[in-house]
């Protein structure tokens, strides 16, 4: 049934479904209303068998996360911005172990200077950890990608983020389906670790590797990622039947099969592009949009299918490499054959507005064939010119 309900909250009420058993909170906007959610329904015993553990930093959050997986506990925490950052530690040793944490980030622009609006710098800055992450266009798309997430953690072994854009989606208010109980449970069986600590048997996890086997490590923490480029398009077919509306593909095409310009983009700037895309294929323009929700393991073949077709692709950027260039740009590129013009657009960062117009501009230039491989879309030149001069 459709409610109007805030993204954060409707986040938490379909975690509380998943029944974690551990949740490891601190406070960072914007996902502070999702923990508040869920403490709220601990302590109403509407999530029951869950232990609400309020901690200091964000890595102690990550770091009972990781306890409470090693011990066979189904556990979860959400975060954001420098919360991020400050738990990289511990993400590393999270994916290393293979713990199925799942977590979401409310994803936020990271400082300094100190920004709290939306952008994808602080995800994208742990690509390489070892983390699958996937990325919500929508609340709708927020609520079953967690559904999915806990699934496809817990049965490769490994830890997942879900990523839904800070305030653009945790604090907007819109109608969401919030699956029942019974659906959860009939989708997600009951944890069962693969690897536990018993002190009755006890073990050491995460000892010291050296380096005759430490490739080997690293090699199946690849394998294992890969492993989600066929398994999550299995759980999304499998999701779809059960619950009658699709999710977690890795890549969503929009109006892609005969376009000559494809924009490529994740989060809920797709609205907007999709909004600019329908109004472009009205005036006789060919346009189209693909969504990527699978950002790690990065889905190369998927997207190469996806523009096959494409004389044009460009980027849209919502987190930017200093000194290098476009994130999702350069795991793009193997995706492009020859002939395949591509240009990289930085745009929203630190929750600047992404406007139709401003799209239409760029599309129009990249049709023309005038704009640059590189484009800050919307860069207010007086502002950096005092900077900028004698440069």
Avoid at 11 to 32: D, F, K, M, N
Avoid at 50 to 56: D, K, L, P, Q, S
Avoid at 221 to 247: I, N
Avoid at 317 to 324: C, H, K, N, W, Y
Wanted: proline content about 6%; aromatic content about 6%.
């Amino acid at each position: 049934m459709l409610s109007q309900i805030e993204g954060s909250r409707a986040v938490a009420e379909t975690v509380a479904l998943c029944r974690p058993q551990v949740v490891g909170a601190y406070p960072i906007s914007p996902q502070t209303h999702i923990v508040e959610g869920l403490s709220a329904l601990v302590k109403a015993g509407t999530l029951g068998g869950c232990e609400f553990i309020n901690v200091e930093s964000e890595f102690a959050a990550m770091s009972v996360a990781i306890g409470a997986s090693a011990a066979g506990a189904r556990a979860y925490t959400a975060t954001a911005s420098q919360g991020l950052l400050f738990m990289v530690e511990a993400l590393y040793n999270a994916a290393g172990l293979g713990l199925p944490i799942v977590m979401t980030v409310a994803n936020r622009a990271i400082g300094a200077p100190i920004n709290i609006w939306n952008d994808h710098s602080d995800a994208m800055s742990q690509r390489d950890s070892g983390w699958i992450q996937l990325y919500a266009e929508h609340n709708q798309d927020a609520v079953d990608l967690h559904v999915q997430a806990f699934r496809l953690a817990e049965e490769l072994s490994t830890p997942v983020m879900v990523c839904m854009d800070g305030f653009v989606l945790t604090h907007t208010y819109e109608e969401v389906a919030v699956p029942t109980q019974e659906a959860v449970d009939a989708y997600l069986p009951p944890y069962r670790p693969r690897q536990l600590l018993d002190p009755a048997e006890p073990v050491t996890i995460g000892a010291m590797v050296g380096p005759e086997a430490f490739t080997e490590v690293r090699y199946l923490a690849h394998r294992v990622q890969l492993a989600a480029l066929t398994r999550l398009p299995a759980l999304a077919e499998e999701f779809a039947a059960s619950f009658g509306r699709p999710a977690g593909r890795p890549v969503r095409p929009y109006r892609t099969r005969d376009a000559e310009t494809v924009v490529v983009a994740l989060g809920s700037v797709l609205g907007t592009l999709k909004d600019t895309v329908d109004e472009l294929r009205a005036e006789g323009e060919s346009v189209g949009v693909l969504g990527i929700t699978l950002f790690r393991p990065f889905p190369l073949d998927a997207v190469r299918a996806a523009l096959r077709q494409a004389r044009r692709v460009v980027i849209l950027e919502r987190a930017f490499a200093v000194g290098a260039g476009g994130v999702v740009t350069a795991d793009l590129a193997p995706a492009l054959g020859p002939g395949q013009q591509s240009y990289t657009v930085v745009a929203g960062l630190g929750g600047r507005p992404v406007t139709r117009a401003s799209l239409r501009r760029v599309l129009a230039d990249a049709g023309a064939g005038t704009l640059d491989p590189l484009t800050f879309l919307d860069l207010r030149r007086s502002l950096i010119a005092p900077a900028c001069e004698g440069a």
